[in-house]
């Protein structure tokens, strides 16, 4: 079974919808990130969590909520979906420490129309 | 504050041929390095890290990066590409004593391998 798993992996929906993008992992990290991936920008932080109490932003927070729901559990919201959301997301967790590198999920792939 | 340039956002290489993907970056504190690969409809895999110690770092299938701290780069490299290469490279660089907020990517450089 994969160690960091996204649902949904395929999400369409329309402009103003609500949508929840939820990522769970078995590794028994403590630090989780949600970042975007767009085509010739690379991966581009969104928010990430050292613990369940610490929540912070990152550098494209706007238009984005999260939740840590518990120490395995990371969700990403799009309160009203818009258009240039559309992006691939996602999820990463790390242990605590600068050096040690970050395990991405597969992704979810939005569009919003 | 730390950033990371990818010279070449496309690359092609014949099998067998040398790879060569740059890397440079800059970074307020001693940096960390990584360089990641990204195959078609997957997720981000660790090809390798830089953090302390020997600046010449292997990685996996073959990889191998050198931290040069004087021209601030960290280029990846392998000797002989195969068609299983072709992916999405994307290097990152974090800093002592900043944490994962700090993990900045590259714009990310495309590997295709000809036959």
């Known amino acids: 079974d994969a160690d960091v798993t996204q649902t949904p992996r395929n999400r369409i929906t329309k402009t103003g919808k609500r949508i929840m993008l939820e990522c769970s992992q078995t590794?028994?990290?403590?630090?989780m990130y949600w970042y975007r991936q767009d085509p010739g920008l690379g991966l581009r932080l969104i928010y990430y969590?050292?613990?369940?109490?610490?929540?912070n932003k990152g550098e494209i927070s706007d238009g984005y909520s999260v939740s840590r729901q518990a120490q395995a559990k990371f969700s990403l919201s799009l309160e009203s979906a818009i258009p240039n959301q559309t992006a691939l997301y996602f999820c990463?967790?790390?242990?605590?420490?600068?050096?040690?590198?970050?395990?991405f999920g597969p992704g979810t792939r939005l569009t919003v129309l | 504050a730390q950033s990371v340039t990818q010279l070449g956002s496309h690359v092609s290489v014949s099998e067998g041929a040398l790879v060569l993907l740059r890397c440079n970056y800059s970074?307020?504190?001693?940096?960390?390095l990584f360089w990641y690969v990204q195959y078609p409809n997957q997720g981000l895999q660790l090809l390798l890290k830089?953090?302390?110690?020997?600046?010449l770092v292997k990685g996996i299938n073959g990889f191998e990066a050198e931290f040069k701290k004087s021209e601030t780069s960290f280029h990846l490299t392998k000797p002989s590409a195969h068609m299983s290469d072709a992916a999405e490279y994307f290097c990152?660089?974090?800093?002592?004593?900043?944490?994962?907020?700090?993990?900045?990517f590259g714009p990310g450089t495309r590997l295709s391998v000809l036959p």
């Open positions: 590794k028994g990290h403590d630090r």
């Open positions: 830089y953090t302390t110690g020997a600046t």
């Open positions: 970074s307020s504190v001693p940096p960390y």
């Open positions: 990152a660089v974090t800093g002592r004593g900043l944490g994962g907020q700090n993990f900045v």
């Open positions: 990463a967790t790390s242990y605590t420490g600068t050096a040690n590198e970050q395990f």
């Open positions: 969590s050292f613990d369940v109490k610490d929540i």
